[in-house]
């Protein structure tokens, strides 16, 4: 499976928006994140791995597993943004960490479970490519508020 980022440009209004507050935020440059999909409701960011974003045993550091959840999850929310929200921000999330994140490539699939007028829940699963095979190695879920003026 090739994964590729996605071109903003000629993005609809808002899921335009939302991709361009995820990849223009600082943290994002800095782990070097990409989004591959984004459609209401379901959002999926990457990232590849470096020496820089692993822990002492050589595995995606769960720091950067967590950055993807969270991210994710926040983003998916403004994909569904009610008339009048300004934006969104985790109010909280849990994660579970199922295994090392060994491989080239984090990948994080974010979806909206309920849309609410001030908050969402939403979940992720972050997976890592290794030797050609995707394995699940983390779950999360979150409760995203909006804000309002």
């Known amino acids: ?4 980022p996605i071109n903003q440009e000629g993005l609809p209004g808002e899921l335009s928006r939302v991709a361009a507050t995820v990849l223009g935020q600082p943290f994002t440059r800095l782990v070097g994140a990409q989004m ?11 990232v590849d791995n470096r ?3 692993s822990q ?6 769960g720091g950067v597993i967590g950055y993807l959840a ?5 983003a998916v929310a403004g994909t569904m943004r009610p008339e009048g929200a300004l934006g969104t921000v ?22 909206v479970v309920r849309r609410g007028r001030t908050q969402s829940v939403t979940e992720a699963k972050v997976s890592c490519t290794h030797e050609g095979e995707e394995k699940l190695v983390a779950v999360a879920l979150a409760t995203i508020s909006y804000l309002y003026p």
Not at 1 to 4: N, R, S
Not at 36 to 46: F, K, N, V
Not at 70 to 74: G, V
Not at 90 to 111: F, Q
């Open 90 to 111: 985790t109010a909280e999330y849990k994660i579970n960490i199922l295994r090392p994140a060994v491989g080239k490539r984090a990948i994080v699939r974010a979806n």
């Open 56 to 61: 002492q045993n050589g595995f995606i550091h």
């Open 36 to 46: 591959s999909a984004i459609r209401e409701g379901h959002l999926e960011l990457y």
């Open 1 to 4: 499976m090739t994964i590729q």
């Open 70 to 74: 969270d991210n994710a999850m926040a």
């Open 51 to 53: 020496e820089e974003l």
